[in-house]
T-cell receptor, first 113, second 110 residues
């Protein structure tokens, strides 16, 4: 799986949009971009994933550049409960989902009042 | 519908002992993976079980072993515990594209 690079930490004011970048310049054509987050002392939580088109769900939006070498996770209106470590993961996905998730160190997002 | 459950939540062991951690996957999920998360680090993949067999393994020694039962639940066994085995152990279950994590078992080795 391709390697990802994320900033170590970021701050965001409550109510503002949080934009979390991820670089995956060696991504292959069949690799998806996944985002997970981990709130302190809990298991990682799935947020969103995409291949090449922008994606949106009830939690967040995922913007993938046209060359697919980078992406941005957007939390449109950050709340204090969004304070967590956010992981960007690139991997091949099959119908069997039989592949490990390669977590890096992620981005520690702090949402402040 | 219960999500992924793990037991126990916390555990304290001493060096050289053996430990067994348990995981029940989300209903309908047939694949179980185990991860180790040291303090301040991201989760590291240990191994994955599917149809009661180890399908994929990360870079962990043979002291780490596992089992999957016919009902898809799973156990992680660690023998000859070292201080460095102190970590949060996460179980994840999947079927298709979705992977869901349990709350983890925090193991402290003294």
């Amino acid at each position: 799986d391709a390697k990802t690079t994320q900033p170590t930490s970021m701050d965001c004011a409550e109510g503002r949009a949080a934009n979390l970048p991820c670089n995956h310049s060696t991504i292959s054509g069949n690799e998806y971009v996944y985002w997970y987050r981990q709130i302190h002392s809990q298991g990682p939580q799935y947020i969103i994933h995409g291949l090449k088109n922008n994606e949106t769900n009830e939690m967040a939006s995922l913007i993938i550049t046209e060359d697919r070498k980078s992406s941005t996770l957007i939390l449109p209106h950050a709340t204090l409960r969004d304070t967590a470590v956010y992981y960007c993961i690139v991997r091949v996905t099959t119908l069997n989902s039989g592949y490990a998730l390669n977590f890096g160190k992620g981005t520690s997002l702090l949402v402040t009042p | 519908d219960a999500g992924v459950t793990q037991s126990p939540t916390h555990l304290i062991k001493t060096r050289g002992q053996q430990v067994t951690l348990r995981c029940s996957p989300k209903s309908g999920h047939d694949t179980v993976s185990w991860y180790q998360q040291a303090l301040g680090q991201g989760p590291q993949f240990i191994f994955q079980y599917y149809e009661e067999e180890e399908r994929q393994r990360g870079n962990f020694p043979d002291r780490f072993s596992g089992h999957q039962f016919p009902n898809y639940s799973s156990e992680l066994n660690v023998n000859a515990l070292l201080l460095g085995d102190s970590a949060l152990y996460l179980c994840a279950s999947s079927r298709g594209q979705g992977t869901f994590f349990g709350p983890g078992t925090r193991l402290l080795v003294l």
